[in-house]
C-alpha cells in the first residue's frame, strides 16, 4: 500500500495539498492554505499557545506569531485595503505590519514573538507529525 494512502486514510485532505505547519512543544497543526488564504487573518490556539496566522497578499508569504503581549492575548483583524499589508489589533487599535512590529498607537515599536511555521505538503508534515491536528 502507498504511503500516501497510509497518511490520508484518516483526513479529508489530498496528500499534496499544500499547508502550514507549526509545531509548539508536543502540539502540532497544519492549517491548509486553502483555509488560511480567503480569512486571514487566522486567530487559533496550537496547544495552549494563542496564534495569528498572516497571509500577504501575493498569496505566498506567510507569517505566524504569538497573540499574547505583556500578558494579553490580542485579537487581529486586516486593515483594509493597506499596502504593505497590516493588522490592527482589537484591545489597542495599535497598527501592526507583516513583520510583527508594532508600527503605531500602544504597541508602537514592539514585536510579537515569531513562531516558526513550514510550507510543506500535507503528506510530508503528517509523516513527521503523525499525531497533528487539521485546522478547518
Same mark, same amino acid.
Given at each position: 500500500?502507498? $504511503?500516501f494512502s &497510509?497518511?490520508?486514510?484518516?483526513?479529508?485532505l489530498n496528500p499534496r495539498?499544500? +499547508? !502550514?505547519? =507549526?509545531? +509548539?512543544?508536543n502540539a502540532a497543526k497544519a492549517y491548509p492554505?486553502?483555509?488560511i488564504q480567503p480569512q486571514t487573518p487566522v486567530l487559533d490556539y496550537v496547544?495552549?499557545?494563542? $496564534?495569528? =496566522? !498572516?497571509?500577504? &497578499?501575493?498569496?505566498k508569504s506567510i507569517r505566524a506569531f504569538e497573540r499574547r503581549i505583556d500578558g494579553d492575548e490580542l485579537e487581529f483583524f486586516a486593515k483594509p485595503d493597506s499596502q504593505p499589508p497590516r493588522l490592527i489589533d482589537t484591545q489597542t487599535g495599535s497598527e501592526w505590519d507583516f513583520r510583527g512590529r508594532g508600527v503605531s498607537g500602544k504597541y508602537s515599536g514592539?514585536?510579537?514573538?515569531k513562531i516558526f511555521a513550514l510550507k510543506d505538503y500535507w503528506f510530508d508534515w503528517k509523516a513527521y507529525n503523525p499525531d497533528t491536528i487539521v485546522y478547518r
Open positions: 500500500m502507498p $504511503v &497510509q497518511l490520508n486514510s484518516d483526513s479529508e495539498a499544500e +499547508i !502550514v505547519g =507549526i509545531k +509548539i512543544g492554505l486553502s483555509a496547544g495552549d499557545t494563542s $496564534v495569528v =496566522i !498572516v497571509m500577504a &497578499q501575493d498569496k514592539r514585536e510579537l514573538k
